[in-house]
Nanobody, 114 residues
Framework: VQLQASGGGLVQAGGSLRLSCAASGSTYSITRMGWYRQAPGERRDLVARITNGGSTNYADSVKGRFTVSRDVAKNILYLQMSSLKPEDTAVYYC?????????WGQGTLVTVSS
């Protein structure tokens, strides 16, 4: 499975961005997909994820501001981010889980200016 993330950039506080992650390869094996982020000097933490059945969960810090969704037919994962804060600045990584493996895409940088 290959994951290609895109959509990062520079945005002012209060603004919005939408990240996309295109999956290719053996995507039938994926049971869950998600977004993680890593700020400089910090660990990589879960932001949001969604199962094949559509169940979602979010980090407390993004609840009510971020929405994760997935176009199963097109194998694309999205993260709609609104009301962005400077503390949302990080490299965002797309993730996919199968029963046996975990897959990571390259990161996309999101910078929120105050």
């Amino acid at each position: 499975v290959q994951l290609q993330a895109s959509g990062g950039g520079l945005v002012q506080a209060g603004g919005s961005l939408r990240l996309s992650c295109a999956a290719s390869g053996s995507t039938y094996s994926i049971t869950r997909m998600g977004w993680y982020r890593q700020a400089p000097g910090e660990r990589r933490d879960l932001v949001a994820r969604i199962t094949n059945g559509g169940s979602t969960n979010y980090a407390d810090s993004v609840k009510g501001r971020f929405t994760v969704s997935r176009d199963v037919a097109k194998n694309i994962l999205y993260l709609q981010m609104s009301s962005l804060k400077p503390e949302d600045t990080a490299v965002y990584y797309c993730n996919g889980d199968s029963i046996l493996s975990t897959y990571w895409g390259q990161g996309t940088l999101v910078t929120v200016s105050s």
